[in-house]
């Protein structure tokens, strides 16, 4: 049931594998985790390697440590937060969850002109400044990687902007998740950031204060940016089930 684990990045090896087994439901909410000392043996690490993933667990309320020592797997449909994603968004073969990805960029998709518009309404002439400087490093970046880092920059002003709690602590999420896929982002997204007009159309609505005006234009660009992701994880699904099940993950690169 459970696999050696090799001697890099202990802690964190024995935490993706249990998280991943909690995930797929293999350990199902309910059931008690082996213990402590049990676990060390059967992965073949420390009991402190095996303490620290538990620990971890427990923050990302996928388990319960209860009175005794006893370990219980929780639902963590139910119990976890947003800060899950990421472990959500791979299988155990590293290959994507299509499900868990199209949930990401729809939440993306219903987010980011609400984001829009409380920065046009609380952000003023400050904010409107630093996302027209990115614009004009946009202009004269070369690289599309470039260019996707400042566009995500250009995000997080807006989300600073809005002066949103919920929405930096879901944008903090979103960007943890996009971190393993972020060359592919660039890829998928590469159309999408050469269209610096939407940008500093954004930019104008903040300094004006159109709220409505920020949101349209915000939703325009999240739409068509998020039919792009769309349509790669439509053949990335198609690609997936055509290809042998014990095949090399694809999940870092286009089919």
Same mark, same amino acid.
């Given at each position: 049931?459970?696999?050696?684990?090799?001697?890099?990045?202990?802690?964190?090896?024995?935490?993706?594998?249990?998280?991943?087994?909690?995930?797929?439901?293999?350990?199902?909410?309910?059931?008690? /985790?082996?213990? @402590?000392?049990?676990?060390?043996?059967?992965? +073949?690490?420390?009991?402190? *390697?095996? %303490?620290? $993933?538990?620990?971890?667990?427990?923050?990302?309320?996928?388990?319960?440590?209860?009175?005794?020592?006893?370990?219980?797997?929780?639902?963590?449909?139910?119990?976890?937060?947003?800060?899950?994603?990421?472990?959500?968004?791979?299988?155990?073969?590293?290959?994507?969850?299509?499900?868990?990805?199209?949930?990401?960029?729809?939440?993306?998709?219903?987010?980011?002109?609400?984001?829009?518009?409380?920065?046009?309404?609380?952000?003023?002439?400050?904010?409107?400044?630093?996302?027209?400087?990115?614009?004009?490093?946009?202009?004269?970046?070369?690289?599309?990687?470039?260019?996707?880092? /400042?566009?995500? @920059?250009?995000?997080?002003?807006?989300?600073? +902007?809005?002066?949103?709690? *919920?929405? %930096?602590? $879901?944008?903090?999420?979103?960007?943890?998740?996009?971190?393993?896929?972020?060359?592919?982002?660039?890829?998928?997204?590469?159309?999408?950031?050469?269209?610096?007009?939407?940008?500093?159309?954004?930019?104008?609505?903040?300094?004006?204060?159109?709220?409505?005006?920020?949101?349209?234009?915000?939703?325009?660009?999240?739409?068509?940016?998020?039919?792009?992701?769309?349509?790669?994880?439509?053949?990335?699904?198609?690609?997936?089930?055509?290809?042998?099940?014990?095949?090399?993950?694809?999940?870092?690169?286009?089919?």
């Amino acid at each position: 049931m459970f696999q050696a684990i090799s001697k890099r990045s202990v802690s964190d090896e024995v935490f993706e594998q249990l998280c991943n087994r909690i995930v797929s439901r293999e350990l199902k909410a309910g059931e008690e /985790l082996p213990s @402590e000392r049990l676990l060390s043996e059967m992965l +073949g690490v420390s009991r402190n *390697a095996v %303490r620290e $993933a538990i620990k971890r667990l427990q923050q990302a309320r996928m388990v319960e440590v209860k009175h005794g020592g006893t370990t219980t797997v929780l639902d963590y449909r139910i119990e976890a937060g947003a800060d899950l994603l990421p472990s959500l968004l791979f299988d155990r073969q590293g290959r994507i969850q299509v499900d868990v990805a199209r949930s990401i960029v729809r939440m993306r998709q219903v987010l980011s002109p609400e984001i829009a518009g409380d920065a046009a309404v609380h952000g003023g002439p400050s904010t409107a400044d630093r996302l027209d400087a990115i614009v004009d490093a946009m202009v004269v970046a070369v690289a599309p990687a470039e260019l996707q880092r /400042l566009a995500f @920059e250009f995000w997080e002003v807006l989300v600073d +902007g809005s002066g949103n709690i *919920a929405y %930096r602590l $879901a944008f903090n999420s979103l960007r943890k998740t996009y971190e393993p896929i972020w060359d592919l982002l660039t890829k998928m997204l590469g159309r999408d950031l050469q269209k610096l007009g939407a940008f500093r159309k954004l930019a104008v609505m903040v300094r004006q204060g159109d709220r409505g005006g920020a949101m349209e234009c915000a939703r325009e660009y999240i739409d068509g940016s998020s039919n792009a992701i769309y349509q790669f994880l439509d053949l990335y699904e198609q690609h997936a089930q055509t290809a042998p099940k014990d095949g090399p993950p694809e999940s870092r690169r286009a089919p």
